[in-house]
């Protein structure tokens, strides 16, 4: 396969999952739901009014600030990727770019449209394509759903600041699309020789 049809197959399955999983969840959960798969995973329904981890921006302004930014910004991993498919860099880095940008798509598709096809799902389940959808174009809200709590308790009086406080690892909620992007930054890190290769020096002998 080449490194073209490579990085392709990936943004499609990447984006077409994250959407389906996206989609099933905001369908089938009321806001605030949760579902214990362990115990240290569960679904838990929230949606993302900011940026990622639950982050605000701006209210309504900085949000589509934020949108905007976003599709500048996979504008530019798209031209990124496709330099490295010319220069026909190690597979590892097409696949980790390809995975940055299907996330940041993901996530841009929720921002674009999911306030105009979807209405909202507090105490109730939404409905795709609504009559009376919650939002604007451009001012939709991320699904997130991934919760992994892998430990909770009080964390020991000596820990400076947050010593003696109820404490969550992992806290945070996020969504196929985080994910996504957080193993094509890891893989960039551990392949960073490929991703960034050093400009060779040549010594010139007299």
Sequence with gaps: MSKKSL???IIFIAIILDQVIKIYVKTHFILGEEVVVFDWF???FTENNGMAMGFEFGGKGGKLFLTLFRLI???GIIYWLIQNIKKKVHNAVIIA???IFS????NIIDSVFYGIIFDGSKHKIATLFADKPYGELFHGRVVDMFYFPLWQGVLPDWIPVMGGEMFTFFQY???PADAFISIGVALLFIFSKQAFPKEE???LKE
């Design 7 to 9: 990085a392709i197959l």
């Design 42 to 44: 569960r679904i838990h």
């Design 73 to 75: 910004a996979v504008s």
């Design 97 to 99: 770019i390809a995975l």
């Design 103 to 106: 996330g940041a798509v993901g």
């Design 173 to 175: 909620i996020f969504n």
């Design 201 to 203: 020096r040549v010594s």
